[in-house]
């Protein structure tokens, strides 16, 4: 899946409805950007943005939007509740699907500089951005707000990370950084806002003082009452979700809870929050039952059912798990393994070298894995094998993790090819020497990776082999011949690329490694057939 970060621009403009507006537009015109949600605040006059893309369509957005709130916001004229010190206030980038929080830091740098060289303002560097321990949090940087910034821009101690160290009154000064998805996350109380307020204090990192902590890391929390719920809640902010979990703050608070013997009534996530934070509380409960979940709908279905979160307002995973609103068009990403399988038969068969043998091997040893997560299917779940659901249980998940592995590999195989291929095709020259170089070792390394994957599976087949349902037994030979055909394949495409490369060390230290996998793979078959053959009902 493609790498995805969130950016969440904070303006000083939350009345004026045609700057709002026209923020959003820039950033909706941002090729690779998707506007997720705009919320103006009209007595803070700010309006918090939330968009997402890759690294590098995140940072033209931002930039984007920057130069219209230049050009539309007046600080000079400036008035709201919430603490603000320039038009663009605060713009955190945030690492959601596959990137790093270096990634993320490297966005900010690249935004502070950009758009310090671009329209000449003073930017700031934030959380894990700055490396100034008296200038990495938000509000030491923001102190004195916009009304103190001349002065404090006059003292070197507080000279901007980027741009001029001087205060232009139209526009202020902005920060910029990089931080941990923020999750805003209430547990709902049957009780007053001071039991509330109560566990909160016990649970929130800042406990009472310094000297009575909280038990939860990354946790902030304060404890009201909502008069449309009719309810208390704790109200929360989880800085790190990764460290402290939704579920672990869910279970905190209704263990307090109970020993103040007050109801729970359920909880609710305010705006959006990733699948992976939903998925962690799927599994804890899973655990925690010892239940049998792999598909992800179902995973995510039992979290919003154990937390509660439709008890105050639906919870729709499609509209509140970001990963959801902006899911890959597969068709773009994935066009091969989208195709029909007679479209992808037929393309094999045309006039053209790719598709060819390596996402043929991919798409075989991906069914291979597949036939033998059947072969468990068909023997999990009756009572006639209730006996070995156990059993099940440890061999299912390996053999539906590798099926759906192996596919993206399908398209990446044709793809490192048509990259090797236009590496080719640059003029003769020491760049494209280092292009081809890098191009033929991901044509190798990508039917390897499908070797690797491949290779996973046996040990839970030669299980399955024992213990499935021998009613399937057709099934799992064909899988198992599968596998290893699949593996075969990209064995040989390993092997021819390998003759292009000049990487002597790589070249021993791969071929090692494939043959070794390939051994196994026709090892680990024979063993297979073979105690199918001698199996009895």
């Not at 033929?440 to 690797?452: E, F």
């Amino acid at each position: 899946m493609n790498k995805l970060v969130e950016c969440v621009p904070n303006f000083s403009e939350g009345r004026d409805q045609s700057i709002i507006d026209a923020i959003s537009k820039a950033i909706r015109d941002t090729p690779g950007c998707t506007l997720l949600d705009v919320d103006p605040g009209k007595s803070t006059n700010r309006t918090v943005y939330t968009f997402v893309g890759c690294p590098d369509s995140i940072v033209n957005g931002a930039i984007n939007a920057t130069k219209v709130a230049f050009k539309l916001i007046d600080m000079t004229k400036h008035h709201g509740e919430h603490p603000r010190m320039g038009a663009l206030d605060v713009c955190p980038f945030v690492p959601v699907r596959n990137v790093t929080m270096e990634e993320c830091v490297n966005c900010s740098k690249e935004f502070g500089k950009r758009i310090s060289e671009e329209i000449g303002v003073p930017i700031f560097l934030y959380e894990e951005a700055s490396t100034q321990s008296y200038r990495k949090q938000l509000k030491q940087i923001r102190q004195g707000e916009y009304e103190g910034l001349e002065e404090k821009l006059k003292d070197e101690k507080w000279k901007p990370d980027f741009g001029p160290a001087k205060f232009i009154p139209s526009y202020g000064a902005s920060v910029t950084g990089a931080r941990s998805f923020l999750i805003a996350y209430n547990v709902n109380i049957l009780g007053t806002k001071e039991q509330a307020h109560r566990i909160a204090l016990n649970v929130r990192e800042a406990g009472r003082s310094e000297n009575e902590p909280g038990r939860l890391k990354f946790l902030k929390g304060i404890g009201w009452y909502v008069d449309e719920y009719k309810l208390a809640q704790v109200s929360m902010n989880l800085d790190n979700y990764r460290e402290t979990g939704v579920h672990t703050v869910f279970e905190e608070c209704s263990k307090d809870a109970r020993e103040l013997n007050l109801g729970v009534a359920g909880s609710e996530i305010v705006g959006l929050v990733p699948l992976e934070a939903i998925l962690m509380a799927a599994d804890y409960y899973i655990a925690k039952e010892n239940l049998f979940i792999i598909d992800e709908g179902l995973k995510v279905r039992l979290a919003i059912e154990r937390l509660g979160l439709s008890s105050c307002s639906f919870f729709d995973p499609k509209k509140r798990i970001i990963d959801y609103m902006v899911q890959e068009d597969l068709s773009i990403t994935e066009p091969l393994a989208s195709m029909s399988v007679r479209g992808f038969v037929e393309l094999l068969g045309s006039r053209t070298p790719a598709p060819g043998g390596g996402s043929a091997s991919a798409l075989i040893a991906a069914m291979g894995a597949g036939l033998g997560a059947m072969t468990g299917w068909m023997t999990f779940g009756k009572k006639k094998f209730e006996a070995l659901d156990s059993i099940m249980r440890e061999l299912l998940p390996p053999l539906d993790k590798a099926m759906r592995d192996l596919i993206p590999f399908i398209d990446a195989d044709t793809n490192a090819f048509n990259d090797y291929i236009k590496a080719m095709g640059t003029p003769k020259g020491p760049q494209r020497d280092a292009a081809m170089d890098k191009a033929l070792k991901q044509a190798i390394n990508v039917p390897l990776s499908t070797m690797r994957i491949s290779n996973t599976c046996w040990n839970p087949l030669l299980k399955m082999a024992q213990y499935g349902n021998l009613a399937s037994k057709s099934d799992l030979e064909v899988g198992c011949k599968s596998l290893e055909t699949g593996i075969w394949g990209a064995h040989r495409n390993v092997t021819i690329n390998l003759l292009d490369c000049k990487d002597a060390q790589f070249i021993e230290n791969t071929t090692k490694e494939a043959n070794e996998i390939l051994k196994n793979a026709q090892e680990s078959l024979q063993k297979v057939l073979e105690i199918l053959s001698n199996r009895k009902e």
